[in-house]
């Protein structure tokens, strides 16, 4: 062999081994059930992982396990997809959103959506940042209101159409992943956006390519709006039980997407499976409060009502929570099968459809090429939706968060 021959030999070994100690090592999940997050389900299933992917899922039978890979059984266990609150209120500094965040993971919450209240650049900051062990952060920046002097003054107010495009074409420039909208006049409170104000905002955001989702209350507003092409309700109608023309008014649009945000049931609830996952004063404090309250269940049954119809006539529904609280997504979707939802379909909502609102990048579902961001259960939630809380591991972007 020439001395050409054997240097360009030498060269190919040199590149097959850096290649090959490049890649990242396998593991491989087997055994567990798997809830794919687009109502499919696998049962005794291997899941692979290389890196942040999934490289390959589906039936045991029907994967090639890597040589040389690491091997986890599963057996008994459920895996499903990291949750996606496409509704929440976090920390306004930076230590105490990551904080947030932090706690987000540990719930296997593996991306939020912070609703309108980001007033300062913590919250920007943190979304460029890929932080291990966190859930990952999107943003809808400062929302846009009517005056609301006294509640809250991060918000734009507006006034006038003029105010109303400047509004959205500033938090354009922020590259705001959404626009907020709040249409509530707060139990006749303060004045409302009319859809002489709402409309140029919902105007102005599409042309700017950016999406709109509105805070409501009222039937009627919920009405004005799906005319004005909003893309999604951060919560239910909450002031009566829903008519016909809304339903026809939300099939005429089937990309709009409901984010029910269920209120407290008002009856006693078993609050102990935090133990140990909060503190025992905050805990006591939840216990206590979870009575009794015919007012609280009466708010809840109409809005129950109105996601039972609204699910079963085919709108598409995501999982939201409003507020800070990591661990509400797992009271959310039980609150959700109590309105009527199966827990497949509130399963959905709370994976696939939510990463897709949010725009969360391959994730959402259990499947090859999709971001390694899953739950191992230690019971099925589709027997009982409140097994989601029964949490033995959580992965975000292939590793596993300290819990």
Do not use: C
């Not at 999940?29 to 696998?42: L, P, S, T, Y």
């Not at 074409?169 to 104000?197: H, M, N, S, Y």
């Not at 805070?215 to 909003?230: N, Q, Y």
């Amino acid at each position: 062999m020439t001395r050409r021959l054997l240097l360009t030999a030498a060269a190919a070994a040199i590149a097959f081994t850096v290649t090959r100690a490049q890649a990242p090592a396998a593991t491989v999940f087997e055994g567990a059930r798997v809830i794919v997050g687009d109502g499919r389900v696998i049962e005794n299933a291997t899941v692979v992982m290389q890196g942040d992917r999934i490289t390959q899922a589906g039936a045991a039978a029907t994967v090639k396990v890597p040589a040389g890979a690491t091997r986890i059984s599963l057996s008994g266990k459920t895996v499903m997809p990291a949750i996606v609150d496409t509704h929440v209120h976090t920390s306004t500094t930076a230590p105490e959103l990551v904080a947030d965040l932090q706690q987000r993971a540990r719930f296997g919450v593996g991306a939020a959506l912070s609703m309108g209240l980001d007033g300062t650049d913590a919250a920007f900051t943190q979304r460029a940042q890929a932080t291990p062990g966190v859930a990952r952060l999107f943003l809808a920046g400062r929302g846009i209101t009517a005056p609301e002097k006294g509640r809250t003054e991060v918000p734009h107010w507006i006034t006038s159409e003029a105010e109303a495009r400047k509004a959205v074409q500033e938090e354009a420039a922020r590259k705001v992943d959404l626009i907020k909208i709040w249409v509530d006049d707060r139990d006749g409170k303060f004045p409302k956006l009319t859809p002489a104000l709402y409309g140029p905002v919902i105007d102005e955001a599409h042309q700017l390519k950016l999406r709109v989702a509105a805070h409501i209350f009222s039937l009627e507003d919920a009405k004005g709006l799906l005319r004005a092409g909003v893309d999604a309700f951060a919560h239910g109608i909450r002031d009566r039980d829903i008519d016909g023309d809304i339903v026809a008014l939300f099939k005429a649009r089937p990309n709009v997407v409901l984010i029910p945000n269920m209120p407290d049931r008002g009856v006693v609830v078993d609050y102990s499976w935090l133990r140990g996952r909060i503190g025992d004063g905050e805990l006591q404090k939840i216990q206590a409060a979870a009575t009794d309250r015919p007012q609280a269940q009466q708010a809840f049954g109409i809005q129950a009502r109105n996601l039972a119809k609204l699910s079963a006539a085919g709108v598409r529904i995501a999982i939201g929570t409003d507020g800070n609280t990591p661990w509400a997504p797992h009271v959310e979707m039980a609150d959700m099968v109590a309105s009527g939802m199966t827990a497949a379909q509130v399963l959905v909502a709370a994976t696939r459809n939510a990463a897709e609102f949010v725009r969360v990048p391959n994730t959402g579902t259990i499947a090859a090429g999709k971001t390694a961001d899953f739950i191992v259960l230690d019971a099925n939630p589709l027997d009982d939706i409140t097994n989601t809380r029964k949490i033995s591991a959580v992965y975000l972007r292939g590793v596993a968060v300290v819990r």
